[in-house]
């Protein structure tokens, strides 16, 4: 375990062929990730989920002007709890990166329609001690497993691993897809999504979120970060699915509770520096056709699912972020800045857009409403 060191933790020894290359975390994310910033000591960090964690690169072109090294600490089915979690734990340590990258999650802030109810007698889940990590990475049958797993996934091209900087290269999304095509991953995601979708509410949001996201910006810009919140650039088969699920209200104000509480952090902190750009929308990227069922040796170049964004749009995301122009005359307006005077403007970018997306990909929308029309027909039928 010490010498192949699967979780990148002692670094006794880093040889090619042996153990250059490191599975994926799948457990203690949170922690190893944290020794890997520590270690490290990155000018930037990015936050987020999954999203931020396989597409935002940190080695990309747009960070070549930044002097020292950046982390992804993106752990995917985490929410802004984490992030805020993450930032602390590292200003606590000393370590505040001049650069905060945070990928906004809309649906983190959604709650389900019907509260799931607890069991009557749930036992508590018994806690470890702080350290109990550590242990159990160098001695536990599950850590021994990753560590006779490393030699053999150094030139694996469909194994799950991590690179050293955070970055989850995807490789095994490139396996599944390569292996089922395109279609049959872009369709399961979808069906994924639908079933979460019709849980969720129509009418509000969470309580307290748009609080901890005014108090987790109040605490990033005290610590005279450049904060860059990015809304993600969902795929456009994933806002039909909002729209059908009754979800696009929610999302426009959604958007616009994002903006106040940046005005509102901006006017008790003038200094603060903080910018929000919307990747959502039915541009160019967004509505990159599917390939079809017949289609099975076709990929994408933006894409790996509706969900799921490729590292090569998220370099074009970070370049846009941190270069932060008024426009994007390449683009249209991928990434437009979101500020309370833009609202508008951004709505009506995204309409536009939407009926272009429309024209080139009927098929598209009509597939989405016949997901949802049979979600809806399951659901009578089970009651």
């Not at 990475?137 to 091209?157: C, E, M, N």
């Not at 599944?176 to 994924?192: I, L, P, T």
């Not at 919140?229 to 456009?236: C, E, K, Q, R, S």
């Amino acid at each position: 375990m010490y010498i192949v060191d699967p979780y990148s933790l002692y670094g006794v020894a880093r040889r090619e062929n042996f153990n250059a290359v490191k599975p994926g975390l799948e457990r203690y994310q949170s922690q190893i990730k944290h020794e890997h910033a520590l270690r490290l000591q990155p000018r930037f960090i990015i936050l987020g989920n999954s999203r931020a964690e396989i597409g935002f690169d940190p080695h990309t072109a747009a960070f070549s002007a930044m002097q020292g090294a950046g982390y992804n600490m993106g752990i995917p089915g985490t929410g802004m709890a984490t992030a805020i979690s993450q930032f602390k734990q590292l200003t606590q340590a000393g370590i505040k990166p001049g650069v905060v990258i945070v990928g906004l999650e809309f649906l983190d802030f959604l709650t389900p329609a019907v509260a799931p109810s607890a069991p009557a007698e749930a036992e508590a889940p018994r806690a470890h001690a702080p350290g109990f990590w550590r242990f159990d990475t160098l001695f536990s049958l599950a850590s021994v497993k990753d560590a006779v797993k490393t030699p053999l996934i150094q030139h694996d091209r469909a194994a799950f691993i991590m690179a050293p900087d955070g970055h989850n290269p995807a490789q095994e999304l490139g396996a599944q897809a390569a292996r089922d095509g395109y279609y049959k991953v872009f369709k399961h995601r979808a069906q994924k999504s639908t079933a979460r979708f019709v849980k969720m509410s129509k009418t509000d949001f969470a309580d307290g979120d748009f609080q901890s996201l005014h108090d987790f910006l109040l605490a990033m810009s005290a610590t005279q970060a450049d904060i860059k919140l990015v809304i993600y650039p969902y795929h456009a088969q994933m806002l039909t699915l909002f729209e059908e699920a009754g979800l696009w209200p929610l999302f426009e104000q959604w958007k616009q509770q994002v903006v106040q509480q940046v005005a509102a952090v901006k006017k008790e902190n003038p200094s603060a520096s903080i910018s929000v750009t919307d990747f959502s929308g039915f541009g160019r990227y967004n509505c990159e056709p599917i390939p079809t069922q017949q289609q099975r040796q076709a990929s994408t170049r933006w894409y790996w699912e509706a969900g799921h964004f490729k590292k090569a749009l998220g370099d074009v995301v970070m370049q846009r972020v941190m270069t932060q122009k008024g426009g994007a005359p390449d683009d249209g307006q991928f990434g437009m800045p979101l500020t309370g005077a833009t609202l508008a403007a951004n709505r009506d970018r995204i309409a536009a857009e939407r009926r272009a997306c429309v024209a080139a990909q009927p098929e598209m929308f009509e597939f989405s409403k016949k997901l949802f029309e049979k979600s809806l027909e399951d659901a009578r039928i089970r009651r």
